[in-house]
């Protein structure tokens, strides 16, 4: 049984998000334990929230079946994953069908690719909110909702997020819950660089990627090193799943756990500013919700960003 809000919020809004290109070997793999467990807690960045006119809310209750997704992490084939997978590259726009409308009380996410925003908690052991919203076509959207074309028509599979309405889903990071992990492994692709594991391997993940970027990045950083310092120790000599990455120019270095894909970190430290709030998850991008037959798949992404 999942507990599930619906917002409505008529009016328009626009946000812009992150911009990454493409997906993108081996590196030293992390020292530190896959078991989920507390790490040091940051308030997660705020969004700025659409204008809104007018909003309605409505609790319900909805029953979902999903087939559990295999432990571990498995390497894909990108291109035959659904949804997207990245953020869009470049002041382009996301790319693919509409979402479905969200659902009236008492109903399901019907099939189809939702995005998708949420915060990663500091440990796992109870649900975490998302806020789900539709893709929609340019074309139809209020003006300032997608990129300017310079006034050239949206081609019909050009989306932008629409604002105009959110769906509220607490998300249970179990077996149940399918993950999509794309990370960097070279320009030339020749490595793949997607994965696919379930809600416990990315929970497990989360949690030892902050406990070791406090360890092996900010604790220098707080004694006084260098980003470019720690960059060097760090590729001299790999520790804590940190290392150089597969490319020279991609970033400042790769962390690497227990068989997922390498994230990439092309900097060390936040650039807000609050850089000490920095957390290593941060890198992780929560890019979209894919619901098929009943199974729920969330697409992430820690590759190169243009």
Known sequence: MVLVTVVAAFGAGCSSDKVVQGPGGTTAESSTSSTPGASTTIAPPVSEAPTTLAETTTTLAITTTTAPAPAGWAVIDSDGAAGPLAYPCCASNWYGAASPALPAPGATLADGFYRIEFAWPSEFSQPVNATV????????????????????????????????????LSLVFDDQLHVVLGGFTGWDGANPAFAIGNGLDIAALVTALDADYQAAIMQPYLAGMSQDDITAMLTATPAHGFSAPAEPGAGALVYTHDGAPPLLFQGLVGFDDTPLDTRGSDIIGRIALVVEGGTMTINTYAGFYS
């Open 133 to 168: 919203r539709r893709f929609e076509q340019c074309s139809v959207l209020p003006a300032g909702s997608c990129e300017d074309n310079g006034g050239v028509p949206y081609a019909d599979d050009e989306l932008g997020v629409d604002d105009a309405a959110s769906f509220e």
